[in-house]
């Protein structure tokens, strides 16, 4: 018996769990459809990005800038920012993943929270290294936790701040407090995907840590706020040793001409921005307090989602509501993955669609 000769993976990649995104499609037969699962923008993209992006079609035989100067420059002057300090990437997600092949290797290990985003293990078993996982307190990330697994081989330190999927954030004196607890060779990665929508007094996205700090590197999107999930555009704001090792690895012409262009438009427009902040905070506040006058515990957000936990009886489950809700129409997204088996992540979406999913689970309830 001959054995056949193939490339072979990696050691370690065969056994990663490959990132599950929210449901994208209702059952057959479902005419209207709310897609409440991947934490998009109700409103939409600014008029202005979708004008931008359409005025670069009769130049796709083109390359872009690889440096996406004119981004980085608009992103620096509304964030008060130095722009050489800014890159860009094809998302957030592949900022963090070249975070992760840059400074961590085979043997390394990396933490990450209880409940925090389910890429960064991927990224770290990609590295061939260990992910060490830090329990929360509260379904909030707990310094003490995060401190406490810190080893001689730990290199890296992710910490969505809000997190995602339970919407709850860390105060920036706890996040100070976590970084004077790490060793100065550990880089801590801040995830503030969602740092548009906090409105609390005690949050900060990471600029001035980072400002301060050699071993800091704060990560952000325009997939949330500015409702270009489409268009794949994330960003950093790092030290420039960090950017200088970065710029080394990264792919030539990694963000698309459309996308810088639909960026700069977006990022200008801040009266959308500020459109889309307002409507979240209204419907955020409106759907927790409606889903909970239905006796359902909801975990206190600060993003643009809510995670909203069901009874443990089967007939009214977290699997049994997604199903009832999905054949109206309603798609939220299951977290068993995360470790909330009972519990569903509904994206604040446009007012009808707020009142269909209340509405919805006041009649599952009652079955």
Same mark, same amino acid.
């Given at each position: 018996? /001959?054995?056949?000769?193939?490339?072979?993976?990696?050691?370690?990649?065969?056994?990663?769990? =490959?990132?599950?995104?929210? #449901?994208?499609?209702?059952? =057959?037969? &479902?005419? #209207?459809?709310?897609?409440?699962?991947?934490?998009?923008?109700?409103?939409?993209?600014?008029?202005?990005?979708? *004008?931008?992006?359409?005025?670069?079609?009769? #130049?796709?035989?083109?390359?872009?800038?690889?440096?996406?100067?004119?981004?980085?420059? /608009?992103?620096?002057?509304?964030?008060?920012? @130095?722009?050489?300090?800014?890159?860009?990437?094809?998302?957030?997600?592949?900022?963090?993943?070249?975070?992760?092949?840059?400074? $961590?290797?085979?043997?390394?290990?990396?933490?990450?929270?209880?409940?925090?985003?389910?890429?960064?293990?991927?990224?770290?078993?990609?590295?061939?290294?260990?992910?060490? &996982?830090?329990?929360?307190?509260? *379904?909030?990330?707990?310094?003490?936790?995060?401190?406490?697994? &810190?080893?001689?081989? /730990?290199?890296?330190?992710?910490?969505?701040?809000?997190?995602?999927?339970?919407?709850?954030?860390?105060?920036? *004196?706890?996040?100070?407090?976590? !970084?004077?607890?790490?060793?100065? @060779?550990?880089?801590?990665?801040?995830?503030?995907?969602?740092?548009?929508?906090?409105?609390?007094?005690?949050?900060?996205?990471?600029?001035?840590?980072?400002?301060?700090?050699?071993? &800091?590197?704060?990560?952000?999107?325009?997939?949330?706020?500015?409702?270009?999930?489409?268009?794949?555009?994330?960003?950093?704001?790092?030290?420039? !040793?960090?950017?200088?090792?970065?710029?080394?690895?990264?792919?030539? +012409?990694?963000?698309?001409?459309?996308?810088?262009?639909?960026?700069?438009?977006?990022?200008?427009?801040?009266? !959308?921005? *500020?459109?889309? $902040?307002?409507?979240?905070?209204?419907?955020?506040?409106?759907? /927790?307090?409606?889903?909970? #006058?239905?006796?359902?515990?909801?975990?206190?957000?600060?993003? @643009?989602?809510?995670?909203? !936990?069901?009874?443990?009886?089967?007939?009214?489950?977290?699997?049994?509501?997604?199903?009832?809700?999905?054949?109206?129409?309603?798609?939220?997204?299951?977290?068993?993955?995360?470790?909330?088996?009972?519990?569903?992540?509904?994206?604040?979406?446009?007012?009808?669609?707020?009142?269909?999913?209340?509405?919805?689970?006041?009649? +599952?309830?009652?079955?």
């Amino acid at each position: 018996m /001959t054995t056949e000769l193939r490339p072979q993976p990696l050691p370690g990649v065969m056994n990663i769990d =490959a990132y599950v995104p929210g #449901k994208g499609h209702a059952p =057959a037969g &479902v005419e #209207k459809v709310y897609k409440l699962s991947a934490n998009e923008n109700p409103l939409g993209p600014s008029p202005r990005a979708i *004008e931008a992006a359409q005025a670069v079609a009769a #130049k796709l035989a083109l390359y872009p800038d690889g440096a996406a100067t004119r981004l980085r420059e /608009t992103i620096g002057a509304t964030h008060g920012l @130095n722009h050489s300090n800014i890159m860009v990437f094809n998302g957030s997600d592949e900022a963090i993943a070249l975070l992760t092949r840059t400074y $961590v290797g085979r043997g390394d290990e990396g933490i990450y929270s209880e409940y925090g985003f389910l890429a960064y293990p991927i990224y770290l078993r990609a590295a061939g290294a260990t992910p060490v &996982v830090a329990s929360e307190t509260g *379904e909030r990330t707990d310094v003490d936790a995060i401190l406490a697994a &810190v080893t001689p081989k /730990t290199r890296i330190v992710f910490l969505a701040n809000p997190n995602n999927p339970t919407g709850t954030y860390l105060p920036f *004196e706890e996040v100070r407090r976590l !970084h004077r607890g790490l060793p100065g @060779n550990v880089l801590l990665i801040l995830d503030a995907a969602y740092a548009e929508f906090v409105r609390r007094n005690d949050y900060e996205a990471g600029v001035e840590l980072v400002a301060a700090s050699h071993n &800091v590197v704060m990560t952000r999107t325009f997939s949330k706020v500015h409702g270009l999930g489409g268009a794949r555009i994330g960003w950093i704001y790092a030290p420039s !040793h960090i950017v200088d090792a970065l710029e080394r690895v990264r792919d030539p +012409f990694n963000v698309n001409a459309v996308a810088i262009e639909a960026g700069i438009a977006a990022m200008l427009d801040r009266d !959308h921005v *500020e459109r889309s $902040v307002s409507h979240n905070e209204k419907w955020l506040r409106w759907t /927790t307090e409606e889903l909970e #006058k239905l006796g359902l515990r909801v975990t206190p957000s600060v993003g @643009n989602f809510i995670l909203v !936990h069901f009874p443990g009886e089967a007939r009214h489950s977290a699997v049994a509501a997604d199903e009832y809700l999905s054949a109206r129409g309603y798609l939220l997204r299951r977290v068993a993955a995360y470790g909330f088996p009972n519990a569903l992540r509904m994206t604040i979406g446009t007012e009808d669609a707020n009142r269909g999913v209340v509405a919805a689970l006041s009649e +599952f309830l009652k079955a």
